[in-house]
């Protein structure tokens, strides 16, 4: 199958994060940048695809800077046969204007299946697929925690809610948003790491639509209060059930 | 006049509380405009009967669209319908569930009226022309503060995040035709499997008592069961290391790729407190932990942390929380 996977870079969330000066986004300083959590499941979801189901071609799209070449070859280390940087300065925080480039660049590239992460790790809009197939008039099925193409011209999917599951059926081409549980993604091999540097990867300008969405400032959460252990064992219990009762006052 | 639309969503034909809360979030902006509220309610034949209670929370209207094919998850028909309603009705934004229908539907919406949108907000006002809201980035974080320029605006409430005021009022029910035929969508939902349909969602209930893999087997969540039930209003969740092995579903899963919740008392027990984890739970108002390992990063964020064996501590503690109950 011609599969297309969206891919974006975000920072490693196992800091504390700082706000920069300005006040609308977050110090950069120190971080470190990865592919989004999701789009790791999505691409691996790409890959295992045509490993089942005898072969195709597999395309990686990251919008942004320079530095998502980076993110890029680590999709084709890990299997992906060619990327496609669309070149921004920032990545605006406006999943729509996203969704419009994206679009752009997927419309006429005749693909049977178009994947993206159920969400971004770091801005967490869960809304760039379902656009993109709203753009281009495919199906779409979102949050995906099993998916299966193997029909070739239909698939289906399965969908976690609150306390259920739902199954779906779709026609393809189609736009779906992966969950966790589809595929967890592989490390790139050594092999992979040196076949990804005759990979082709293409540079274009991205074409962002307007932005209507924005982050005027960011701010950190209230602190909680510092963690505090009460005591040792079943004796602590009732000194709990004590809290519980006249400071949490939910008992 | 300048009116807002919130989205209602029924499953299994009720109306469900993030209804309410997408009412009551609409009904925030249109106090500051001095609109109205209506909602749109699109299910089972039958549904429009459940339809004036949202009149509760602040609607005034509620535009009812009842077909055989919104009986299970009906997503291309349904943002569809939303998406007409809005131009017709020429509404300043239209708010909807962060649930994970509500998530499904709101970009395809914003798409389909050519705007950008903002999701899972959880709090949502009016300032000079543009609308603004906070929502949580980097794993809860970071709080952004986000300012939608675009006309109409769409918004996603996160649930939990607006407390639905009620008071004793009626709203006026209009049925509507669909469009065009909702059984014609490309997208079908064929099967919705329930769990446990009695247990209280992990969205809504105010206590929730987690299992992690210190329980060591799939049928010692009976000891979290067992207290979750002593409190009487709890639900039971689980961790990622839990629902990988199967000891429970995935849709009982809390943090950053399952259950993002925030109830007023959250207890965890045999969890380690994984980043991943935390970012599900960290806005709870109470959290108390029960972990043998005093290392455990849980212990940084409980309020009250007990280091000791769940096995020990935790039947003591639902005797307890009984006999709290019964002496009230
Ligand atoms: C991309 C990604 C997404 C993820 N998303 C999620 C998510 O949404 N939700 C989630 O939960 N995890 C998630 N994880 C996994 C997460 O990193 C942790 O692995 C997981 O939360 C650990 O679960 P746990 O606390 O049950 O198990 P462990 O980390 O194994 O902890 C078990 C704890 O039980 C304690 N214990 C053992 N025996 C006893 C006893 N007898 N009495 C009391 N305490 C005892 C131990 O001291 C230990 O602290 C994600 C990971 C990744 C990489
Ligand atoms: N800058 C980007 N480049 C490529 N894909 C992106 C980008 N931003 C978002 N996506 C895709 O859209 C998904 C949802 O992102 P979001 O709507 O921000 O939660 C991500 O998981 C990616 O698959």
Known sequence: MKIAVCIKRVPDMDVKFKIAAGGSAVDETGLKYDMSDFDGYAAEAALQVNEKGGGGEVTAICLGPDSVGETLRKALSMGIDKAVHLKADAVPFDGYAIAQALAAELKGGNYDLILFGRMSIDSSNQSVGPMVAELLGLPCVTAASRLDVSAKTTGTAQRELEGASETVSFPLPAVVTIDEGVARPRYPSLKGIMAAKKKPLEVKPAQLGAVTVTVTTMELPPERNAGRIIGEGADAVPELVRLLQTEAKVL | ?328
């Open chain 2, 1 to 328: 006049m300048t009116n807002f639309l919130a989205v209602a969503e029924a499953r299994s034909g009720e109306i469900r509380k993030v209804s309410h809360e997408a009412v009551t979030a609409a009904k925030l902006l249109a106090s500051a405009t001095g609109g109205e509220v209506h909602a749109l309610l699109v299910g089972a034949p039958g549904i429009a009967a459940k339809a004036a209670a949202l009149g509760e929370c602040g609607a005034t209207k509620v535009f009812v669209i009842e077909h055989e094919a919104f009986a299970l998850h009906n997503p291309e028909a349904t943002s569809a319908a939303i998406a007409e309603r809005v131009k017709a009705g020429g509404y300043r934004g239209v708010v909807l569930p962060a649930s994970a229908h509500g998530k499904d539907l709101a970009p395809r919406v914003a798409a389909r009226l050519g705007v950008g949108m903002a999701a899972d907000v959880t709090t949502l006002a009016m300032e000079g022309a543009a609308i603004v809201a906070t929502h949580p980035v980097n794993t809860g974080k970071v709080l952004a503060k986000i300012s939608l320029t675009g006309n109409p605006a769409v918004v996603s409430v996160r649930p939990g995040a607006f407390t639905p005021v009620s008071a004793a009022a009626t709203a006026a029910v209009e049925t509507v035709a669909p469009a065009g035929d909702p059984a014609a969508s490309r997208v079908k939902t064929t099967g919705v499997t329930t769990g446990n349909t009695a247990k209280l969602d992990l969205g809504e209930a105010p206590i929730i008592v987690t299992g992690g893999r210190g329980l060591k087997a799939a049928e010692n969540f009976k000891l979290v069961e067992d207290l979750a039930e002593a409190f009487g209003n709890a639900a039971v969740g689980a961790t990622r290391a839990v629902t990988d092995d199967g000891w429970r579903p995935h849709s009982d899963q809390i943090g950053q790729t399952g259950r993002l919740v925030s109830p007023d008392l959250y207890v965890a027990v045999g969890v380690s407190g994984a980043i991943q984890h935390l970012a599900g739970m960290r806005t709870s108002k109470t959290i108390v932990a029960i972990n043998k390992d005093k290392e455990a990063p849980i212990f940084k964020v409980a309020d009250y942390g007990i280091v000791g064996d769940a096995f020990e501590v935790v039947p003591k503690l639902t005797e307890a929380v009984r006999a709290a109950r019964a002496n009230r």
